[in-house]
């Protein structure tokens, strides 16, 4: 049971455009939401987070977006940048808990 | 510095064998984790270490042993290795028993 889930395993995007990538969950009792970027070879690192006491997060080019009524979070990137074309997983959590729940990634590839 | 690094990056082994994986972070976090990424791309926790004492045990297989030496150690041992279980392990590590998690570089396992 895929309780995250990133149904657009890629994405192209032209550089300096906006990047949107969508994430759902299916658990309600998940209340805090993470990003992570993963270069090929690398582990993922954290990208920015949002709790669900909040509906927008921000954190230079990159802003998630929290709606807990349709259980739907995005990221946005803008202006998108090659250095941006990776792969982009969501995870959830309950805060507090150490687990995170994974989506299957979305590989974003930045057009020059 | 590398924040938390696994060896080996790579590892080729026969079905049977037993084979260690080994991490260590230098941040000075309190939790650990071992994840697997199957050929699926899909990411998911196997095991969560807290100040060397086990938290989490995701209906791995006991073939899998986990050793937490210290708090910056958490190594992994796998008994009788069976082609299933090819797949990147990441080990993990964060401050709080929850949140943002560093991630290691992945190690490669190819069982044939």
């Known amino acids: 049971d895929q309780q995250v889930k990133q149904n657009s395993p890629s994405l192209s995007v032209q550089e300096g455009r906006i990047s949107i990538l969508n994430c759902d969950y299916t658990?309600?009792?998940?209340?805090?939401f993470l990003w992570y970027k993963k270069y090929p070879a690398e582990g993922p690192t954290f990208l920015i987070s949002?709790?669900?006491?909040?509906d927008k997060n921000e954190d230079g080019r990159f802003t998630v977006f929290l709606n807990k009524s349709a259980k739907h979070l995005s990221l946005h990137i803008v202006p998108s940048q090659p250095g941006d074309s990776a792969v982009y997983f969501c995870?959830?959590?309950?805060?507090?808990?150490?687990?995170?729940?994974f989506g299957t990634g979305t590989r974003l590839t930045i057009i020059p | 510095d590398t924040a938390v690094s696994q060896t080996p990056k790579y590892l080729v082994t026969q079905m049977g064998n037993d084979k260690s994986i080994k991490c260590e972070q230098n941040l000075g976090h309190d939790t650990m984790y071992w994840y697997k990424q199957d050929s699926k791309k899909f990411l998911k926790i196997m095991f969560s270490y807290n100040n060397k004492e086990l938290i989490i045990n995701e209906t791995v297989p006991n073939r899998f042993s986990p050793k937490s030496p210290d708090k910056a150690h958490l190594n992994l041992h796998i008994n009788s290795l069976e082609l299933g279980d090819s797949a990147v392990y990441f080990c993990?590590?964060?401050?709080?028993?929850?949140?943002?998690?560093?991630f290691g570089p992945g190690t490669r396992l190819t069982v044939t």
């Open positions: 949002i709790s669900s006491i909040k």
């Open positions: 658990n309600s009792m998940f209340d805090y």
């Open positions: 995870a959830a959590t309950l805060f507090g808990n150490e687990k995170l729940t």
């Open positions: 993990a590590s964060s401050q709080e028993r929850a949140g943002e998690q560093y």
